[in-house]
């Protein structure tokens, strides 16, 4: 069984920063990709940032230039540095692996307010 632990989100002014991190752990193979997605008030679910296995990355055009993922292997773990942050970034944003199959983290809550 894979776990997700997702942690570091939280309140913070518009133009703070924080750091989200995702360790996984159990019975891995092969990582394909892991990521960060994000679900606000009323939206569907999407896409924040994702790294692959060769190490290439994806954004979402909303967050490209604050946003930076960067990944551990040896610990299995995603981050997610947030910076210059926005109202419009506030969400619950969560955790996903790709391997064989997709798992996804419960859920950590980021707000952004003044």
């Known amino acids: 069984q894979v776990q997700l632990v997702e942690s570091g989100g939280g309140l913070v002014q518009p133009g703070g920063s924080l750091r989200l991190s995702c360790a996984a752990s159990g019975s891995i193979f092969t990582i394909y990709a892991m990521g960060w997605y994000r679900q606000g008030p009323g939206k569907q679910r999407e896409l924040v940032a994702r790294i692959n296995i060769g190490r290439s990355t994806v954004y979402a055009d909303s967050v490209k230039g604050r946003f930076t993922i960067s990944r551990d292997n040896a610990k299995n773990t995603v981050y997610l540095q947030m910076n210059s942050l926005k109202p419009e970034d506030t969400a619950v944003y969560y955790c996903?692996?790709?391997?064989?199959?997709?798992?996804w983290g419960q859920g950590t809550q980021v707000t952004v307010s003044s």
């Open positions: 996903h692996l790709r391997a064989n199959v997709n798992y």
